[in-house]
C-alpha cells in the first residue's frame, strides 16, 4: 500500500503548475478533500462530469486532478438540486479529494500551451504575455521551420491532437510562419498574437465576432474544439504523476467525451 498522502500530489503539482501563474479569476489547487488523506489511486481528466465522477466512484480513486474546476464559484448551499451539487455530493461521499491546476496548468514552462506549442514544432517558443518568471506565462508563440498554409497548420493541429474535423478563420491558402497557440476558449489573445506578427492563431473555441475581427487583422484561426485542445495535456499529465509516483495508480478518464458532436 501507498505511503502517499494528497499533500505529496498537490505540492508537487503545485510545483509543476505554480497556482501564482493563474488568472485572478480563478480556482485552483486543493478545492475538496484533506491534505493528510492517504493516496494510492488518483484519475485525471478535464471536466468533472457525472460520466467521469461515476468513474472514479467505481475506480476508487482517492483523488481526481481536474483541469477545470469544482467548484468553481463560491457556493451557498451544497444539495442535490444543481448538477454542481450532486457531483460535489457524490464525491465527497466516496471519500474522493478534487484538486485542480486550471489557468496554471494553461500557462506553465510544461503546461498544456506549451505542449500545443511543442507538438505543433514550432522553434523559438515563448510565452505570448509574460509573467514574473522566466519561459512562464499565458499562451505561447512561435515559428514554423518553413511556410505553410493555413489549411496545412490545420492539418497539423489535426493531427497532434487526433480529431477528425477542425473550424478556420481566413483564406485557408493564406502563408503562415508564425503561430500562436493558447488552448479552451482564447479569444482575448487575438490582440496580443497579431502584436506579436503572428500570422495564425490555434486555439479551442472563440466568438463569432472574434471571427469577424480576425478576418479584418488578416490573422488566421484554426479552432480545434475547447475539449481537444485541452484533453490530450489532461492524458499527458497522468503519464508525468505515474512516472513522479510510481507507487501511485494514475489514469486518465476512459468515460469523458466531448459533448459535442463534430459531423
Known amino acids: 500500500m501507498s505511503s502517499l498522502s494528497v499533500s505529496d500530489v498537490a505540492q508537487f503539482l503545485s510545483d509543476f503548475a505554480p497556482p501564482a501563474l493563474a488568472e485572478s479569476w480563478d480556482n485552483v489547487g486543493l478545492l475538496v478533500g484533506k491534505h493528510e488523506q492517504p493516496l494510492s489511486r488518483v484519475m485525471t481528466c478535464l471536466t468533472i462530469t457525472p460520466d467521469s465522477a461515476a468513474e472514479a466512484v467505481a475506480e476508487k480513486a482517492d483523488l481526481i486532478v481536474s483541469h477545470h474546476p469544482l467548484p468553481f464559484k463560491p457556493l451557498k448551499r451544497l444539495t442535490g438540486e444543481s448538477n454542481e451539487g450532486r457531483l460535489l455530493l457524490e464525491i465527497i461521499g466516496a471519500g474522493i479529494a478534487v484538486f485542480s491546476p486550471h489557468t496554471a496548468f494553461d500557462s506553465a514552462s510544461q503546461g498544456i500551451n506549451q505542449r500545443l506549442a511543442a507538438g505543433l514544432e514550432l522553434t523559438n517558443i515563448a510565452p505570448l504575455v509574460l509573467a514574473e518568471e522566466p519561459d512562464r506565462g499565458a499562451g505561447r508563440f512561435g515559428a514554423l521551420r518553413q511556410t505553410i498554409s493555413l489549411r496545412e497548420v490545420a ?88 512516472k513522479q509516483f ?18
Not at 248 to 262: G, I, Q, T, Y
Request: with cysteine; aromatic share 6%.
Open 155 to 242: 492539418q497539423r493541429v489535426k493531427r497532434l491532437l487526433a480529431i477528425g474535423n477542425a473550424q478556420a478563420v481566413g483564406s485557408l491558402d493564406q502563408p503562415v510562419r508564425s503561430v500562436a497557440v493558447a488552448c479552451g476558449s482564447a479569444g482575448e489573445f487575438l490582440l496580443p498574437a497579431h502584436e506579436a506578427g503572428c500570422d495564425c492563431l490555434v486555439t479551442g473555441e472563440v466568438r463569432f465576432h472574434t471571427c469577424l475581427e480576425a478576418e479584418a487583422l488578416g490573422v488566421g484561426l484554426v479552432l480545434a474544439g475547447h475539449f481537444a485542445s485541452e484533453r490530450f495535456a489532461v492524458e499527458q499529465l497522468a503519464g508525468v504523476l505515474a
Open 246 to 263: 510510481p507507487a501511485l495508480e494514475v489514469w486518465a478518464s476512459k468515460r469523458e467525451r466531448d459533448p459535442l458532436h463534430w459531423l
